[in-house]
């Protein structure tokens, strides 16, 4: 899971980073409303970490331009286009006034945590906007004879634990996430490294490869020279 | 627009009195004052006219019974009773009168009526007797005849003439006492009804919420309350500009706070997830840094609780600005060098003015540090003071950290949007109580941003 964190402090921005990776997460973060628009506009994130008063401008303004972007029409359109107005916002601040709640939620927001708060918090939030934006309501993800925990990063088969890396679990992740459509082997790298990551060139190849030799060959399924997949129902 | 209605307030603290009961009853007061005044005028009349009434009957009786012819003496005992006359209707002005006729020697000639015989002297005129063993009161007119043969005096027993006179004055009081009641009724009701506005008022003065914008409504226009209403709507916007800058900077200490401690809690959690090496020492420096930075708002904070109770007239002293100003350039001198900036202070040999010298010293150390918190690197810091052609001193705080951020290519608003405003709140505190206004001023080339301080007239000072 990729996430934006808009945050101008340098230490709750690296701290949200750290924390952020060490539950698994892909996190890269922007300072400032300009920077986190040009991140919206090139790459695609499952949800945005987004701090209010920020150094050049309101969290605010940044949350009604993704709202109010256009590229639904595009999507319609089958233009693959950015940034993607459905994107979930988390509102991170120190602003915890119920007012000021109310105004978060209603500019567009997911959801509002007022700082200080729980990291577990941030996280279980997280999962739910994504749970949410994927259209699911249990936190566990069932497919065939596999259940997979985001919580707990754990991936259960026929009952039986299967090990993997935590890269090889975001790969599978988001397959099952976007489950009977077609990704490429730059769309799931665009999820699975941040900005900072130096991406091997044949990395995504390597992790699917062990999932498959893991969970069977037939779990996940290649659409050769468009990328890889994971049928609607399992084979 | 306030809410308005007849309503009354809740009942707080003792019962207080009603301003309609105390001007209905000095209202009434006032009315049975007069109207007790036109009754004890009305017995007195009464009375008078009562007494003149009887004592001209007297005399007329008197004067037509000595043009009559005289009789031959009766004796003491012989008084011939007054004939009853049934057929006369009895009315309340009927009265008994008793003659008596004496001769020159003061033998009976006539005794008629109801008045024991009284003793015989020359004496004319109006007379007040008390008559008979139980000495009652009778009024009495003795007239002699022109050659002095014969008396006559005429007799009216007092009572009947007081009856007459009660009788005359209860006439006058009697519309009084069914009207008092019916004038303290319509009285009542028209206070009522001219205090309409007053209540108006007072419900609207009840319902007001400090807190929201609202005023006392235009509707109040009566010109006795042009002044209450202009000074309560005055007093709801320094409230509510009270209101509003105190939740402004409980937002922004919110947010000073916050941020080092979210930090903390941040860095905290990801040491314990464990860390490399490098990562684990840099998530420890940071949790020292964020700390201090947290203390340093909870000093900005003391420092504000400090200037937000001190009172200028207990500390008042004579203050030399430019020795503070430094001593504080003096102090920031090694952490604008450490940013390859500089501070320079421009200002004269000495500058006193009456002032709070701890609390002056914090103002300009918050205007320093706020330069050089919100400014790049390399940021020029000027501090400035001066005296104004009418003697009173002014203090500013220039820096050119906007045009160092325009040349390295950044745009937009340079200072933090959300950020520290706590310092230049504790300096417009500070400021208020010397009498000084605080604000940004253009600032002088080739600085790009400037906050000042403008003291009043050193008269006004000595004078406040």
């Known amino acids: 899971m990729r996430i934006l964190v808009v945050e101008d402090d340098v230490g709750i921005a690296e701290g949200l980073r750290t924390n952020l990776q060490q539950r698994g997460y892909v996190v890269d973060v922007c300072d400032g409303v300009a920077s986190a628009w040009s991140a919206l506009r090139a790459e695609p994130f499952d949800a945005v970490l987004l701090d209010l008063g920020l150094a050049d401008g309101e969290g605010s303004e940044l949350l009604q331009r993704l709202r109010t972007s256009p590229s639904t029409a595009a999507l319609a359109a089958g233009t693959p286009a950015l940034p993607d107005p459905a994107t979930p916002v988390l509102i991170v601040t120190a602003r915890d006034q119920v007012s000021q709640r109310i105004a978060g939620l209603d500019q567009g927001a997911d959801d509002y945590l007022a700082k200080p708060f729980d990291v577990d918090e941030l996280d279980a939030r997280l999962r739910a906007l994504l749970r949410r934006a994927a259209g699911r309501a249990s936190p566990t993800i069932r497919y065939g004879d596999i259940e997979v925990d985001p919580a707990a990063r754990t991936v259960v088969q026929d009952g039986q634990p299967v090990e993997m890396s935590p890269r090889e679990f975001s790969v599978l992740l988001v397959l099952l996430q976007a489950r009977g459509r077609v990704l490429s082997r730059q769309q799931i790298e665009e999820r699975l490294y941040s900005w900072q990551s130096a991406i091997e060139s044949n990395a995504v190849e390597v992790h699917i490869h062990h999932l498959r030799r893991k969970l069977g060959s037939g779990c996940i399924q290649t659409m050769r020279g468009v990328g890889y997949f994971m049928p609607q129902e399992p084979v | 627009m306030a ?4 309503a009354a307030p809740p009942a707080t603290g003792p019962a207080r009195h009603s301003l309609t009961r105390h001007l209905l009853l000095w209202s009434l007061g006032a009315l049975a004052l007069v109207w007790g005044s036109f009754v004890f005028m009305g017995y007195r009349t009464g009375v008078h006219e009562a007494d003149e009434l009887t004592d001209g009957h ?27 006359a049934p057929w006369l209707k009895s009315h309340d002005y009927q009265q008994s009168i008793s003659v008596v006729q004496w001769d020159a020697a003061g033998r009976v000639l006539v005794h008629s009526g109801s008045a024991p015989l009284p003793a015989f002297d020359a004496a004319e005129g109006f007379a007040d007797l008390h008559l008979g063993p139980e000495a009652m009161a009778w009024r009495s007119f003795s007239q002699w005849d022109a050659p002095k043969t014969r008396k006559v005096m005429v007799l009216l027993e007092s009572r009947e003439r007081d009856e007459l006179a009660r009788d005359i004055a209860g006439q006058m009081i009697e ?18 009804r001219g205090l309409r506005p007053l209540y108006a008022l007072s419900a609207d003065v ?15 226009a009566w010109s006795e309350f042009e002044s209450v209403v202009a000074s309560i709507n005055t007093l709801l916007e320094r409230q509510q500009e009270a209101l509003v800058r105190e939740r402004r900077l409980a937002n922004e200490v919110a947010h000073e706070l916050r941020t080092p401690l979210s930090s903390i809690a941040l860095q905290a959690a990801a ?18 840094q964020d700390a201090l930075r947290a203390g340093h708002v909870l000093n900005q904070l003391l420092a504000l609780a400090r ?7 207990e500390t008042k002293a004579p203050v030399d600005l430019a020795a503070t100003a430094r001593a504080v350039c003096a102090d920031y001198a090694q952490a604008a060098w450490q940013r390859g900036g500089e501070i320079d202070l421009v200002a004269p ?8 010298a701890v609390l002056l010293d914090l103002a300009l150390r918050n205007l ?54 706590l310092g230049h709140e504790i300096v417009l505190r500070v400021a208020q109580m010397h009498g000084a206004a605080f604000g940004a001023v253009a600032a002088p080339a080739p600085f790009t941003t400037c906050y000042r301080l403008d003291f009043p007239h050193p008269a006004a000072v000595a004078a406040g």
């Open chain 2, 349 to 356: 040999d000495a500058l006193v003015l009456a002032g709070h």
């Open chain 2, 58 to 84: 007297l005399a007329s009786v008197a004067a037509l019974l000595t043009h009559l012819s005289g009789s031959e003496a009766v004796g003491n005992s012989a008084a011939s009773r007054r004939s009853v």
């Open chain 2, 307 to 313: 200037a937000s109770r001190a009172q200028l007239h």
């Open chain 2, 175 to 192: 519309p009084g006492l069914w009207l008092l009641p019916v004038v303290a009724l319509a009285l009542g009701l028209a206070l009522r």
């Open chain 2, 368 to 421: 320093v540090e706020n330069a050089l918190k919100h400014t790049p690197q390399g940021t020029r810091i000027s501090v400035q003071i001066g005296q104004a052609d009418t003697g009173a001193a002014w203090l500013q705080v220039c820096d050119d950290g906007a045009r160092l951020q325009a040349a390295a290519g950044h745009t937009g608003v340079a200072r933090p949007v959300d950020s520290l405003h």
């Open chain 2, 3 to 6: 809410a308005s209605g007849s």
């Open chain 2, 206 to 220: 009840a319902a007001l919420d400090p807190a929201s914008t609202q005023r006392l409504a235009s509707r109040h």
């Open chain 2, 271 to 288: 040491l314990g997830g464990g860390l490399a090496p490098q990562a684990q020492a840099q998530a420890v420096a940071r949790i020292g």
